[in-house]
């Protein structure tokens, strides 16, 4: 009996060993996964409404490291896949810069100072003011075309951009931020309304979502 009892608590004892074992593999395999991941930006947002119809909100978003954005999505929408748009309730792509049933917002470059100007059938917005014309900097300025059946941009300089988008096109961007892509601190207006919805900002160093 004595040998018998001697065997079972020599094979509990090696089954207490074994699984201790194996747990220390998993959590050191787990911390070992852990230290390979790379430091993310993180991300602090101010959502600022500034009226309108449909409402616009400024978004300024500041990462804690450089990074360059490379898309913006809402809800189910991607910049990488057209130009955005929203209808008063929910977003989509177009391949046109503007559409008689929705407000279209992008971004154009202008490679000098000057004036921007849109004529189309329907209201411009040009970084932060409603009108078919202001006088910009160098650099990227965010554009919005409320209920344009047509469009047609020119850039300071008089560079046409003609109404249908190309994704080869180096003077206009479906992400639709003010000033640099790349740093520490992006502007991004959005028309929105119609109930919750969420902004989904891809960068090179990571991701930031924002609920509007």
Request: hydrophobic content about 40%.
């Amino acid at each position: 009996m004595k040998s018998r009892a001697a065997i079972a608590q020599y094979e509990a004892t090696v089954v207490l060993v074994v699984v201790s074992l194996s747990l220390a593999s998993a959590v050191y395999a787990g911390l070992k996964r852990e230290s390979g991941l790379q430091p993310q930006p993180v991300f602090a947002n101010d959502v600022t409404p500034i009226g309108g119809s449909p409402t616009i909100e400024l978004i300024v978003a500041n990462s804690s490291s450089a990074a360059t954005i490379t898309s913006l999505s809402l809800d189910t929408a991607s910049s990488a896949a057209g130009v955005l748009a929203f209808d008063g309730s929910a977003y989509s792509t177009s391949s046109s810069l503007c559409t008689a049933s929705a407000t279209t917002f992008f971004s154009v470059l202008a490679t000098q100072p000057g004036t921007l100007q849109v004529v189309t059938s329907g209201q411009s917005w040009i970084s932060g003011t409603w009108g078919s014309s202001l006088a910009v900097s160098a650099g990227w300025h965010e554009v919005m075309i409320r209920g344009g059946a047509s469009c047609s941009l020119t850039l300071p300089g008089g560079q046409a951009v003609p109404m249908q988008w190309s994704s080869s096109s180096p003077l206009v961007s479906t992400v639709p931020v003010e000033g640099p892509r790349s740093g520490t601190a992006f502007t991004v207006y959005v028309p929105t309304g119609g109930g919750a919805h969420s902004l989904l900002m891809t960068s090179s160093g990571g991701f930031d979502r924002v609920a509007l």
